[in-house]
């Protein structure tokens, strides 16, 4: 077998070339992975840090868990936040007669049109929501934000305080 065709000796050429090729530049892909490091840890959050509240005086507290990254209803001195987007006044809200305040409910119905929900153990939607709230804000507004939440399916409520030592 000393007499090959053209094409098979063209063929073996053509082998050795691409094999000699063969290498492979990992340099490049480093450069990816080093980018794609640094993007998550700039973009990952933090769920143990609430949003920034200058206009909330929260209570302390002497509780030991963490809070978990959850919509967030802000009532300060004088306005009411969904995630930073004002929904109500306080005033407005004491002036209410029924214990639902319409604006926060459309608002945090349209949130929880964006996710599925974790059903409870009989089977009804559950989603959870963060309260904060001023110190001294009057109990009726905070009980018409709580009724708010619980009527569109943010029934487990937390409330965030500042983490105290005992006293």
Excluded: W
């Amino acid at each position: 077998m000393k007499n090959k065709s053209p094409r098979v000796k063209r063929h073996e050429r053509l082998q050795k070339r691409l094999k000699s090729q063969a290498n492979l530049n990992l340099t490049s892909l480093m450069d990816i992975f080093t980018i794609l490091v640094f993007f998550l840890l700039v973009s990952s959050s933090n769920p143990s840090k609430l949003p920034d509240a200058e206009k909330v005086q929260l209570p302390t507290s002497i509780a030991e868990t963490e809070p978990k990254e959850t919509v967030v209803v802000m009532i300060t001195k004088d306005d009411v936040l969904v995630q930073d987007m004002k929904v109500s006044t306080v005033n407005e809200i004491k002036s209410l007669k029924t214990e639902l305040i319409p604006s926060l409910a459309t608002e945090l119905k349209y949130r929880a049109s964006k996710t599925v929900a974790p059903l409870n153990e009989r089977g009804f939607p559950e989603r959870e929501i963060t309260i904060l709230g001023d110190e001294s804000t009057p109990y009726s507004v905070v009980r018409k934000v709580m009724a708010t939440c619980s009527e569109t399916d943010y029934a487990k409520i937390s409330f965030a305080v500042v983490r105290g030592g005992k006293q």
